[in-house]
């Protein structure tokens, strides 16, 4: 139950749940970029080209960066209400973690809007 | 019983081995103890068993991603670009010091795979017991030992 608005928190059940189909997605995706590299040991620039830039392609590498973005989040997130806290920062670990977590939201959108630019522009 | 206890934190202190990196700095004891009650955990003096380092070692490899995702959306880029920037993209991975980088991050990523494999079988009560976590860290710091090993030789 989040009671606390500078907790970033909406709900330990639905991070839970997006933390995991999240993971999959990620991980579906990085096998096959991973297998593409593997069978394609001479790697050429159109045939970069030619693999990342087909429609079902496109809307994957997004759905993956959507997924990544999430992710990293509730990572970030957890990292950072587990270390930023009182008992190692002192009376000012709230703004400290605050800092942190708007550094990583910050982050975050600029992975986003990278990674929106590289997709959708080839 | 040891099967439901993936994701319950008290009774996990009951079985020391399937530990996380949260109850191995933060005990739930501790945690609810009075705020302004003097703390003394070294980490030096804790015993840091299998699942234990394969738990924070997921964690640390989480975050290098975080940071290391940007060589490789940078390299993407460059190799999407066009047949000069493919080719920068190609000479930066031949020198030492950013294909060292890159095995790093490769590294990091297949880590962080593997175990988080492992953590998806564990929702599924997949090697929750003290044994199984024992057997199931152990094999997914051996299986990506190896897949590092075979990242490497074939990034050089």
């Known amino acids: ?122 | 019983m040891a099967g439901r206890l993936a994701f319950d934190y008290h009774a996990l202190r009951v079985f020391p081995g399937c530990c996380t990196c949260r109850d191995v700095l933060f005990p739930a004891m501790v945690r609810e103890m009075k705020a302004d009650r003097p703390v003394y955990l070294s980490l030096l003096q804790f015993e840091w068993p299998m699942a234990a380092l394969a738990s924070i070692a997921h964690r640390v490899t989480g975050v290098m991603l975080f940071v290391g995702i940007a060589l490789l959306f940078y390299l993407l880029d460059l190799g999407l670009g066009s047949e000069e920037s493919f080719a920068e993209a190609v000479a930066l991975l031949d020198e030492p010091l950013p294909k060292l980088i890159i095995w790093g991050v490769l590294g990091a990523l297949i880590f962080h795979l593997v175990a988080g494999v492992k953590h998806l079988l564990l929702d599924f009560h997949v090697g929750s017991s003290l044994e199984g976590s024992r057997i199931a860290s152990g094999l997914s710091v051996a299986i990506s030992a190896v897949l590092i090993g075979m990242a490497g030789v074939w990034l050089w």
Not at chain 1, 68 to 93: E, L
Not at chain 1, 96 to 109: E, P
Request: aromatic residues 18%; glycine residues 10%; proline residues 2%.
């Open chain 1, 1 to 122: 139950m989040v009671t606390n608005i500078t907790s970033f928190g909406r709900s330990g059940l639905s991070d839970f749940i997006v933390q995991r189909v999240s993971a999959i997605v990620i991980a579906v995706y990085t096998l096959c970029v991973a297998g593409f590299f593997l069978v394609n040991p001479g790697m050429t620039h159109e045939a970069l080209l030619g693999y990342f830039s087909s429609l079902p392609m496109k809307m994957f590498s997004t759905l993956a960066l959507l997924s990544t973005a999430a992710h990293a989040w509730i990572g970030m997130w957890t990292v950072g209400t587990d270390y930023i806290r009182g008992h190692y920062f002192g009376a000012h670990a709230t703004v400290y973690r605050m800092f942190y977590q708007f550094g990583c939201m910050f982050v975050l959108f600029v992975y986003v809007l990278w990674g929106l630019l590289i997709f959708w522009g080839i």
